[in-house]
């Protein structure tokens, strides 16, 4: 996934056994274990659902906030992609407010974002405007913020020009350009060591190996597995 090993590590990581044991059903590491199964789905539509939406379920089970909302974000993500832009924003909204509840502002942000393109695919650019200039107003507040701002910008500055103000329209892809070149690839909200669901086109190999490292340990220690930010060696 972004990487030619990224999809062997990924099998390795939904065929293990373990990951089958009765004791894990309900552990948070088993959501993303759900999700990736769902990223990894080569067959109807159908089947990635009723995996998200066990991913779900789990995640309600567990109590776990994070991964909720998880779930809705990346299935919000194939809701667009499918062209099912309602489904889609409402999945986006559910995520939002859980964000803001777990006072996330760069995740609020990627929300917004997201938000954005859903609204210019239901034909709406002044509400897709007001969200990726929310976008970027969070993406500047949080640290973390600095692989958001480039994604907010590239979608706020068409609409600029759209409505007439050329010049703040190229100030603005001015700025997202040398914004986005020295980034590395990574998953969109990196939740200070907690999972983070990646807009596509998807995380390095890296990324799957420290996740399957992860989730091994999690087993063994009884705790739940996080998700660890990508290190200097996972830049594209």
């Known amino acids: ?40 789905c080569g067959g109807s539509h159908e089947a990635r659902e009723a995996l998200l939406a066990e991913g779900k379920a789990t995640a309600e089970r567990s109590g776990d906030e994070v991964w909720i909302a998880a779930v809705d974000f990346i299935r919000g993500e194939f809701h667009l992609a499918m062209g099912d832009s309602d489904s889609a924003r409402r999945l986006f909204e559910a995520a939002l407010e859980r964000a803001e509840r777990l006072k996330n502002p760069d995740f609020a942000g990627w929300c917004h974002e997201h938000l954005g393109w859903a609204a210019l695919a239901t034909g709406e650019p002044a509400v897709a405007r007001d969200h990726f200039e929310q976008a970027v ?23 600029v020009a759209r409505a007439g ?44 190996r420290s996740s399957w490292r992860s989730s091994e340990s999690s087993l063994t220690s009884g705790r739940s597995a996080t998700w660890p930010t990508p290190s200097s060696s996972q830049r594209s």
């Open 165 to 208: 103000d050329h010049t703040e329209a190229t100030r603005l892809a001015e700025e997202a350009a040398p914004a986005a070149c020295p980034r590395p690839r990574c998953w969109p909200w990196r939740w200070r060591g907690r999972p983070t669901p990646r807009s596509w086109p998807g995380s390095p190999a890296g990324r799957s």
């Open 1 to 40: 996934m972004g990487d030619a090993e990224g999809p062997r590590w990924a099998e390795r990581i939904v065929t293990d056994a373990r990951f089958a044991a009765p004791e894990f059903a309900d552990h948070p590491a088993r959501v993303s274990l759900l999700i990736l199964k769902g990223l990894l």
């Open 137 to 159: 107003l969070l993406a500047r507040s949080d640290p973390l913020g600095e692989w958001l701002e480039p994604h907010a910008l590239a979608g706020l500055a068409p609409l």
